[in-house]
């Protein structure tokens, strides 16, 4: 927009006669005034009330007092704004603000981002009948702070000079009413919603009862039956508050079966309406409206600031999506913490399982280096060759440790102690835990280094032994030692993998839900065709078993995939980024030790990649887990209290008991 008017040009420019647009324009132009830094020729604004909070009085507010001091020392102009007043109300769909401001026009929440974004990147025009469109051209969000100090004596003369007939604005607010309540009526009784809403909330049927109390409610405003009203106000608030009960129900469903974003922006649309339906009702029914139409006014102006952003609307309605995935992990996460000397020895059996299935993995991805593929095609196969092995270790119940901080991050966030009255026990508790699952993931990572090297290493002993020639040459061994240095951008790109690592995590949460959501596992057990094709049994078996493993199958192709067709991906954009795991690397360092032979030992190249190795194990796991833990804080709205404490309690335990974070205790 241009640069405000000053006070001369804005009074001068007051005109009933001028189109609609220009009527708009204006009043758009006195909003850019009453926030605008006064200009050197204009008059002070009045101080002369001498309230000693006078000096911390907005701007705007003083430049609104001004204003109405102007005018009223004008007659004509007082005229000429009051005219533009009643043009304005004849003209704009005043309903269309109070019914449809802050909603989305499709129960959708894409369709609501896509508005959003077209709110934000396309310029309005006053030059519409639309006064929620209108309405985001005259007030900015940081005007609400002036709107919630304006004082009855200014808010009285504004309802003076902007009066209009009782019978239009309250035609307005009962056109919105009714738009709301057929909204709420719908949103209601659609399958989304009422599928998943409990039964015994609508047995008094509160979505049409609430419809049958809005219709009465206007036919006795209608006709001034006071007593009338009051009785059906009472009916209506009771109503709104039973379909408000109704629609949080849905959220015990969601948790129990699946989250959809979709169904969860349903939800919050129709008790935002409710919400709004209440407000117009006190606007409604009060003995001196001026002060419930403030507030209105301060919930539209707060409104349009929620309306500007999507960050808002994301982090509202994926929030329960997340802390799905965060409780689904942190019940997974469990199995991968130690708690004594038979589970730790059994992680250490584990870890070494997936070590030596991650050998395997190294050597078929030097074949596939070998073949010369393209880019795209090379990053693809390798990320097949990672998705298999992540697959064989899943199905063998064995592990690759570097996939334990996503699960483990949540149950330690569960964990935390929070609120008041946290003694010492509950923080030596809390404690116990970090401990557990940082052994639990030396364990994962030393078992399965422990496995990978020394397989690798003896495979290429034995190749050269049996054919004269290891597996992998000295060629391929030399650019290992290039890419694994510790001296290159190892550090960035383990960090990055840790990434990736995370990342599978949120997928598989989000699979599983998608899973539980559309109830797949109930189809696979019941539908007719696939019973008549596997089986009532294995029917049976198969939809246990996909219930039970669709999250790691999902974290594990999905993991597999990223690690492999991210760098071709990245690559083409012009990113040279690649990945590096801790246990991969490992084996790779492993298998070029075999083709260079004991010479290796001798060269600086080759202990900087064993320096690289334990730097790239703790970003793999710091990032991951960090990452994991924020996401289970933030989804579960964990505020963690007196941090010095937790804080200070870790460090006593590794000066008092260090070996507590390595190994189990007797």
């Known amino acids: 927009m241009s640069s405000p008017w000053d006070l001369t040009a804005l009074v001068n420019a007051a005109d009933a006669r001028v189109p609609q647009a220009d009527r708009h324009l204006w009043l758009v132009r006195l909003m850019e005034w009453l926030r605008h830094p006064p200009a050197r020729r204009e008059p002070a604004p009045d101080r002369d009330d001498g309230a000693p909070a006078e ?40 309903a269309a603000l109070f019914a449809d401001h802050g909603f989305g026009s499709r129960l959708s929440l894409r369709s609501d981002l896509v508005a959003r974004l077209r709110r934000r990147l396309l310029p309005g025009t006053p030059q519409t009948a639309d006064l929620a469109a209108l309405f985001e051209l005259l007030f900015d969000p940081a005007d609400l702070s002036w709107l919630q100090l304006l004082d009855a004596p200014t808010l009285a003369r504004v309802a003076e000079l902007l009066a209009t007939p009782d019978a239009t604005w309250r035609g307005h607010l009962l056109e919105a009413m009714t738009i709301l309540v057929s909204a709420v009526h719908a949103s209601g009784y659609t399958p989304a919603l009422r599928q998943r809403m ?24 209608t006709a001034g039956q006071r007593e009338q009203v009051l009785q059906q106000a009472l009916l209506l608030r009771a109503n709104l508050a039973a379909c408000r009960q109704a629609a949080a129900s849905v959220s015990g469903h969601l948790e129990t079966y699946g989250v959809s974003v979709d169904v969860v922006y349903e939800v919050d649309q129709l008790i935002t309406r409710a919400d709004r339906i209440e407000l117009l009702l006190d606007c409604l029914l009060a003995p001196e409206p001026q002060p419930e139409l403030l507030r209105l006014l301060q919930e539209l102006v707060r409104v349009s600031g929620r309306q500007r952003g999507i960050r808002h609307v994301l982090a509202r309605h994926y929030s329960l999506l997340a802390r799905q995935v965060a409780e689904r992990n942190a019940e997974t996460g469990t199995h991968y913490i130690t708690r004594d000397r038979a589970e730790y020895r059994e992680m250490l059996r584990r870890a070494a399982g997936g070590g030596a299935v991650i050998a395997g993995t190294v050597f078929v991805k030097f074949a596939v280096l070998a073949i010369g593929l393209s880019a795209f095609w090379s990053g693809f196969w390798a990320g097949v060759n990672y998705a298999v092995s992540f697959l064989i270790v899943m199905l063998l119940h064995w592990t690759v440790a570097t996939k334990q901080p996503a699960m483990t991050a949540p149950a330690l966030a569960a964990s935390l102690p929070r609120g008041e009255g946290n003694d010492q026990a509950t923080l030596e508790v809390f404690v116990d835990r970090v401990a557990q699952i940082i052994r639990s993931q030396v364990a994962g990572i030393v078992g399965n280094l422990a496995a990978v090297a020394p397989l690798v290493l003896l495979v290429q002993v034995l190749a050269r ?18 890419t694994l240095t510790l001296l290159g951008p190892t550090a960035l790109f383990a960090a990055f993998t840790g990434v990736l690592l995370f990342a599978s995590s949120l997928i598989a949460g989000w699979a599983e839900n998608w899973f539980v959501f559309h109830r797949l596992d109930s189809a696979i057990a019941w ?31 999905s993991l597999g995939m990223m690690l492999g067709l991210t760098p071709s991906l990245l690559e083409f954009v012009g990113l040279p980024i690649e990945v590096r795991h801790v246990t991969l690397s490992t084996g790779q360092l492993a298998a070029a030790l075999g083709a260079l032979g004991t010479a290796a030992l001798q060269q600086g190249a080759f202990w900087w990649c064993v320096a690289a190795i334990p730097v790239t194990g703790v970003l793999n796991v710091g990032v991951s887990f960090w990452l994991a833990f924020k996401v289970a804080l933030r989804s579960r709205a964990i505020q963690v209290q007196e941090r010095s404490r937790i804080h200070a309690a ?8 260090p070996l507590d974070f390595l190994l189990p205790p007797r």
């Not at 032994?465 to 290039?482: K, S």
């Not at 870790?650 to 008991?657: A, D, F, G």
């Open 650 to 657: 870790i460090r006593r335990r590794l000066v008092k008991r």
């Open 527 to 557: 539908n007719p065709r696939i019973v008549a094709r596997l089986g009532a049994a294995r029917a049976q078996r198969w939809a246990q078993w996909w219930r039970l493993n669709v999250s790691g199958v999902a974290a594990n192709v």
């Open 198 to 221: 409990d039964r015994s909330l609508l047995a008094t049927e509160p979505f049409r009862e609430l419809t049958q109390t809005s219709n009465a409610l206007r036919h006795a405003l």
């Open 465 to 482: 032994a049996l054919f004269g020639v290891p597996l992998v040459g000295q060629h391929e061994a030399e650019h290992t030692l290039e």
């Open 55 to 94: 000096a911390r009085t907005p701007l705007p507010l003083l430049r609104l007092r001004l204003l109405l001091k102007v005018i009223d020392q004008h007659p004509e102009v007082r005229a000429q704004v009051q005219g533009m007043v009643a043009a304005f109300w004849r003209e704009v769909d005043a």
